[in-house]
């Protein structure tokens, strides 16, 4: 092939769009710079190092070694997609974060749970039910248009038939330093700070 | 109805802070008394929910049962052994000395202690989900192997689990945050060797130590 000269644009870490203190108190200043700066950065930088890898097992037309990297790929890429959703699906409550969905949003919402109360508690019952490292979502199902909310193991993203619109981290890593393993209470503080616009946004 | 054995939290073999500096006192005191303690807790409500769906012919609700026990059971073994296979640095029993058929074995099989200790260890940086990471012996072969499992699946028929090291996040992130690599350099300062070689000589059974006899008891 005569392109194989041909380089990647590398992921990079994205700016927060706010403080790492700015989420306090459902999320303390240390959980974010950390959950930033070093678990999204070793997403980020494993990424680039497993795409380099990928990159050159096609130009050298080596499937077995391009099939023996998807693990890889699935598992940095992933949180590296899925920590920026959750960055930017949060804001600090008095800057937007919190409150209740509205518009079109509102509307997918109660059509597949009744109320914005019964969604969250159904929410948080399908965040407390993940067993091991993982994420909740709500989701929209490209097929049909309604929203629903499903988990995901590890890093795994939302692709395919799904559209992520809310992401919520449920590794020990996005809460432990501040809520050890009353996680039921980080699951129940992060309301406070979400930015239903951002979700919202992902509907359209 | 006669009432149903419950499974309960084993006392540690030493105490919450003996793993200092290692693992700190903190540390243990969650793991031991939340986590392991939740595990416990909801395998004997899984148990008795799954009692109730035997008695009724339930077969579905026995099914949904399922995952819930692999999970908690799971979560009650895994530590069972990790706290067994641990013990303060200032033992005897931390130095491979103490385990001289085995030494020999993984010598033979690694190169060396150290070697095995290397591959150990990139192991437990490669798991890409909260999980373990354990050194088996093949029951059939006699093998030494490494090995991880996903979530608290415990290891796989046919193998004899010999250490475990527990690598979901609350094992270590209050002391060791995200640098899992000196947790993972941490930990063989307090390696029970002379347990590790009991389990490599014992009976598949024998392993479980106390849950064996608990297991017997229900
Ligand atoms: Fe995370
Ligand atoms: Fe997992
Ligand atoms: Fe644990």
Redesign the pocket.
């Given at each position: 092939m005569a392109s194989t000269s041909f380089v990647r644009g590398k992921a990079t870490l994205p700016d927060l769009p706010y403080d790492y203190g700015a989420l306090e108190p459902s999320i303390s200043g240390k959980i974010m710079e950390l959950h930033h700066k070093n678990h999204h950065q070793t997403y980020v930088n494993s990424f680039n190092a497993a795409s380099e890898q990928l990159e050159a097992a096609e130009s050298k037309e080596d499937i077995a070694a391009q099939i023996a990297l998807q693990p890889l790929i699935n598992f940095h890429g992933g949180g590296h997609i899925n920590h920026t959703l959750f960055w930017e699906n949060l804001a600090p409550s008095k800057n937007g974060g919190g409150g209740e969905p509205a518009g079109s949003l509102k509307t997918a919402i109660e059509s597949s749970y009744g109320d914005f109360s019964q969604f969250k508690t159904k929410f948080n019952t399908a965040l407390a039910g993940i067993q091991?490292?993982g994420w909740a979502w709500l989701v929209k199902d490209n097929e049909t248009g309604q929203v629903q909310i499903r988990t995901y193991?590890?890093q795994d993203p939302v692709v395919g038939k799904y559209t992520p619109l809310l992401g919520v981290d449920a590794w020990e890593h996005a809460y432990y330093l501040q809520y050890q393993n009353r996680k039921a209470e980080y699951f129940s503080a992060i309301w406070d700070v979400i930015n239903w616009k951002a979700v919202e946004g992902r509907l359209k | 109805m006669a009432a149903q054995a419950k499974y309960t939290l084993p006392d540690l073999p030493y105490k919450h802070d003996a793993l200092e500096p290692h693992i700190s006192a903190q540390i243990m005191t969650l793991h031991h008394t939340k986590h392991h303690q939740t595990c416990v807790n909801n395998l004997n409500a899984a148990l008795s929910s799954l009692s109730t769906a035997v008695a009724k012919n339930d077969i579905v609700s026995q099914l949904h049962l399922q995952q819930n026990i692999n999970f908690n059971a799971g979560g009650h073994v895994n530590h069972t052994l990790f706290w067994e296979n641990l013990i303060p640095a200032s033992s005897p029993s931390t130095s491979p000395s103490a385990a001289p058929k085995l030494s020999a074995a993984l010598t033979s099989r690694f190169g060396s202690v150290e070697k095995l200790q290397e591959k150990f260890n990139a192991v437990l940086l490669g798991l890409k989900?909260?999980?373990w990471g354990w050194l088996v012996r093949d029951i059939e072969s006699g093998n030494l192997e490494l090995t991880t499992s996903?979530?608290q699946d415990i290891v796989p028929v046919g193998k004899k689990p010999l250490l475990g090291i527990d690598m979901w996040e609350h094992a270590y992130y209050l002391q060791y945050l995200n640098d899992k690599g000196s947790y993972a350099k941490g930990i063989w300062k307090v390696v029970n060797w002379k347990k590790v070689e009991e389990r490599f000589e014992s009976s598949p059974e024998g392993v479980f130590g106390i849950l064996s006899g608990l297991r017997s008891s229900i």
């Open positions: 091991g490292s193991a590890n | 989900c909260s999980g996903k979530d």
